[in-house]
């Protein structure tokens, strides 16, 4: 079942690779490939994409959860996935006080439903209260209204990479450089 809000919404979150059970690592991967092969910004700019190309970097965050390093924060209703993001931070002391927000997603037919709000709303507690973060940093594809959502949160535009992401010829994103401070 799709809920109509994020009211019948469970967020969790996973700090360790062995949290993350075979059912839920597929799912994890079957969202990722649905919302890049609807042109969403998560991570692979090239679709389609299916679950074998999207399985390695999928290993790759799984395999860094670390309660003080990397969490994977997700979101379910009715027991099925229907959004994720992963936050990280550097343990190098000059920037061990901020972290970064990686992967937000939500499947696209819950979209408008506030799974995306619901996350990121936990995942500032869980940076601020848990892992004892000062801010949080992300970047983002610009020209697809990712901008509007994340300033609706409180983040701010710090800064821009023009023309840094060719999705293709002629089809040149900025990346937008945003942060949550204080948290």
Request: net charge negative; glycine share 10%; aromatic share 6%.
């Amino acid at each position: 079942m799709i809920p109509d809000s994020a009211d019948s919404l469970t967020v969790q979150q996973l700090t360790t690779p062995g949290a993350v059970a075979p059912q839920l690592r597929r799912a994890l991967a079957e969202c990722w490939v649905e919302v890049t092969n609807a042109g969403g910004a998560a991570g692979f700019p090239f679709p389609p994409v299916d679950v074998a190309t999207v399985t390695p970097a999928l290993d790759r965050i799984i395999d860094l959860l670390c309660p003080d390093t990397s969490r994977l924060l997700t979101a379910t209703a009715d027991g099925e996935l229907v959004g994720w993001l992963n936050v990280r931070r550097d343990q190098f002391e000059l920037i061990a006080h901020w972290g970064t927000l990686h992967h937000v997603q939500t499947r696209t037919a819950v979209r408008g439903r506030g799974i995306g709000l619901a996350l990121v709303k936990e995942v500032r507690r869980v940076a601020r209260d848990e892992m004892g973060l000062e801010q949080l940093r992300l970047a983002a594809r610009g020209d697809v209204g990712l901008e509007g959502f994340y300033g609706r949160l409180g983040w701010k535009e710090v800064g821009r990479w023009p023309g840094a992401l060719r999705l293709a010829p002629g089809d040149d994103r900025d990346e937008v450089l945003m942060i949550l401070d204080p948290l």
